[in-house]
């Protein structure tokens, strides 16, 4: 018999040996692990239920090695509960720019934002080749006694097929706008499972540099060094699940318990998609990993750093909160709207739009709507800036007019500021405010050349 051979059937051998030893001790009907206290005043906690454990354990081979604080053993892993079906109702929830409608024009549509932490990078490096399953259109979350839900929305599948990205959340737990924990989940089936579910933690407090969520390259952190849970190995084998959703096969859906984020009653988060040859969690925050210039931009209007180099196929959201009302000053946060809801009803947040157009006025033309002088004109570049306009607010999209002079952006609700890079004299920017999933039309810029 060769070593081979013969390595198998020991290994089958002690299994067999294992599993008897645990039917014996009747391990089958053990409690699940800790219930989380859920008590803390304003807690936004769904009551649903947990669904029962199962009447069989679940055991299977631990198949990575860990780092710092999990270790990996030949012991089998048992799994005594696994998430049931997510509440239906979402307590936080966000959108993200859909860059499928821009995709065939290898550019992104907006979102990008790389001086804070925020990317729209669905696409390879250099060709700028398009993969709807890195590009996340929309995520919610939901909550129980037990579990965090999360589900991740992507734009579509691979085009080899299914969803091949990593999916995971980033939590920020006290927030400080640094990250304090980093779920990830590898390529997740079509049904519950630990498989590729990896957990990191920072043992610094130094993820996001010298100034969180801001660009402050080069790095000297250590961002997420300590790997906590890996694929059931760890101090609870239960804590955090992924599986393709069962009624949308461009969903991603994870689970992880409250008593792995502290059970926290305040927190904030945002969801990632990313290929699996960018998830370095030692690299967090990547804008302080990379310089502009050298992760390379998505945004065509760019020239000097489009396309993408060094920093590609990676997708994230802005951060959005659970258990309290949002400043809008908390650091990575999406835009706040005007009238901030502490917590979402069951109606999903649809994004909103703004569109425009921008015309020339002729020589000596005007700053007026007329008719007979005013042209549509291309190429003009429309940028948008959270906020209303004095407020000094970041940098949320740009986009160039189309042949027919024509600009629109996909946005979350909130107040923005739309300018028009027109040359000689014209229309200054606008502010305009967007509520839950309207449209605002008709944001049009004039100039017109003055001969003196």
């Given at each position: ?27 089958t ?9 859920n ?32 270790t990996?053993?030949?012991?089998p ?17 966000l ?16 979102g990008?934002?790389?001086n804070?932490?925020?990317?729209e990078?669905?696409?390879s ?11 996340i ?120 318990k ?21 998830l ?8 302080d ?30 951060r959005?909160?659970v258990g ?34 921008v015309?020339?006025?002729g ?19 429309v ?8 407020g ?18 996909t ?25 839950n999933?309207?449209a ?13």
């Amino acid at each position: 018999m060769n070593r081979n051979k013969f390595h198998q059937l020991t290994t089958w051998l002690g299994v067999a040996v294992l599993m008897t030893s645990i039917l014996a001790c009747n391990l089958t009907s053990a409690t699940p692990g800790v219930t989380p206290n859920n008590a803390a005043t304003n807690a936004p906690v769904n009551t649903a239920t947990e669904p029962p454990a199962a009447t069989v354990a679940v055991i299977i081979q631990p198949t990575a090695t860990l780092e710092n604080t999990a270790t990996a053993t030949s012991t089998p892993i048992v799994h005594l509960v696994t998430p049931g079906e997510p509440p239906t109702t979402a307590i936080s929830a966000l959108s993200d720019s859909n860059s499928s409608t821009t995709a065939s024009a290898h550019r992104a549509n907006g979102g990008e934002n790389f001086n804070v932490n925020l990317f729209e990078r669905p696409f390879s490096s250099t060709s700028m080749d398009y993969f709807p399953d890195l590009d996340i259109i929309g995520a919610r979350l939901m909550q129980d006694t037990t579990w965090v839900y999360f589900n991740i929305t992507l734009a579509g599948q691979n085009p080899a097929g299914g969803l091949l990205g990593d999916y995971g959340a980033e939590f920020d737990l006290n927030l400080d706008g640094r990250g304090d924990l980093l779920l990830m989940a590898k390529k997740p089936g079509t049904t519950w499972s630990t498989d590729g579910v990896r957990v990191w933690t920072p043992s610094k407090n130094d993820v996001g540099g010298a100034r969180p969520i801001l660009s402050d390259p080069p790095s000297n952190t250590s961002g997420y060094d300590t790997l906590v849970f890996d694929q059931g190995v760890g101090s609870d084998p239960d804590a955090a699940w992924a599986r393709v959703s069962p009624t949308d096969p461009n969903s991603v859906q994870l689970a992880i318990k409250n008593t792995l984020i502290k059970n926290s009653a305040t927190f904030m988060w945002g969801a990632w998609a990313m290929d699996d040859s960018m998830l370095h969690p030692d690299w967090f925050d990547y804008d302080d990993h990379f310089t502009l210039a050298q992760a390379g931009s998505p945004l065509i209007e760019d020239t000097q750093n489009y396309p993408l180099k060094a920093l590609a196929e990676v997708d994230n959201t802005c951060r959005w909160v659970v258990g309290f009302t949002p400043t809008g000053n908390e650091p990575g946060i999406c835009p706040v709207p005007a009238t901030p809801t502490p917590v979402p009803t069951a109606t999903p947040i649809k994004p909103g739009s703004v569109s425009g157009t921008v015309y020339n006025n002729g020589i000596d033309g005007g700053l007026t709507d007329n008719a007979l002088i005013s042209r549509p004109k291309s190429g003009i570049v429309v940028t948008v800036k959270s906020g209303s306009c004095g407020g000094g607010g970041g940098v949320v999209g740009t986009t160039s007019t189309n042949g027919s002079g024509n600009y629109a952006f996909t946005l979350n609700a909130g107040s923005y500021c739309v300018s028009a890079a027109a040359p000689d004299n014209h229309t200054g920017p606008k502010t305009v405010h967007i509520t839950n999933g309207t449209a605002v039309n008709n944001v049009n810029f004039f100039y017109y050349q003055y001969l003196g």
